[in-house]
């Protein structure tokens, strides 16, 4: 895959990575079939300039709920989840 860049709450541009989202997704307690499957899927959906709070977004629509469970999700609608302090290493 090319480098993408995705566009942090901050507004900073920063390289998307698999293997970041591939950690937090297995921090947050996510199986490998899973983290495969989810990351597949968000690799095949990102465009440059995505922000990340869709690719939360996206996480949490492809059915897995508990990503964000346990750390409120900062200056979002999205309610809270145990996934913003894992998300916080995808965007550097």
Request: proline letters at 4%.
């Amino acid at each position: 895959m090319s480098k993408i860049n995705i566009t942090k709450s901050s507004g900073e541009s920063s390289p998307f990575s698999e293997e970041k989202l591939r950690h937090s997704l297995q921090a947050a307690g996510a199986t490998n079939q899973q983290v495969d499957v989810i990351i597949h899927e968000i690799s095949s959906s990102l465009y440059e300039g995505m922000p990340t709070k869709k690719i939360y977004r996206m996480v949490i629509e492809r059915g897995f709920p508990a990503y964000g469970s346990q750390i409120p999700f900062k200056k979002s609608n999205y309610g809270t989840g145990a996934f913003w302090f894992s998300f916080r290493k995808i965007c550097g």
